[in-house]
């Protein structure tokens, strides 16, 4: 075997072994999604308009189960996820670079909203945000 070969080999075998330990790692480190009945807290700033604040009872273990099972938000599935476009009648409008961002006690939150587990007493924000 030529040393190229066996480089190849080994080096292979060294990325299957790291991509194994990063799955691994997720897979222990994910935050679990929360069974039972709970209540969370959504604010909503859109422009200039005062915040509006909603309490949702929900036995849903996902955000977006949360906010669609009171009719807050659209969006559109993607090979990213769910996307969200409008929230409480508020659409984001692409031509403007705006989005919907999701923050979680002012921290923006790294799981797309379908993927959010929720948990009794969370309170997140969702904001309307301009330029990417």
């Known amino acids: 075997m030529t040393n190229s070969k066996r480089f190849a080999l080994i080096l292979g075998a060294v990325i299957l072994v790291l991509a194994s330990a990063m799955g691994l790692l997720y897979a222990i480190g994910r935050p679990l999604a929360v069974q039972g009945d709970k209540t969370i807290e959504i604010a909503v700033l859109a422009g200039d308009e005062s915040p509006k604040h ?11 189960g949360a906010l669609q099972q009171i009719d807050l938000v659209q969006g559109e599935e993607s090979s990213a996820g769910f ?5 409480d009648g508020v659409t984001a409008d692409p ?9 979680k006690g002012g921290e923006m939150v790294m799981t797309g909203v379908a993927q959010l587990p929720i948990s009794n007493g969370d ?3 969702l904001t309307l945000m301009a330029g990417w």
């Open 123 to 125: 309170a997140f924000e």
């Open 83 to 87: 996307y969200i476009t409008t929230v």
């Open 95 to 103: 031509e403007k670079q705006e989005w919907w961002c999701i923050t």
């Open 54 to 64: 909603y309490s949702i009872g929900t036995d849903q273990p996902f955000l977006l």
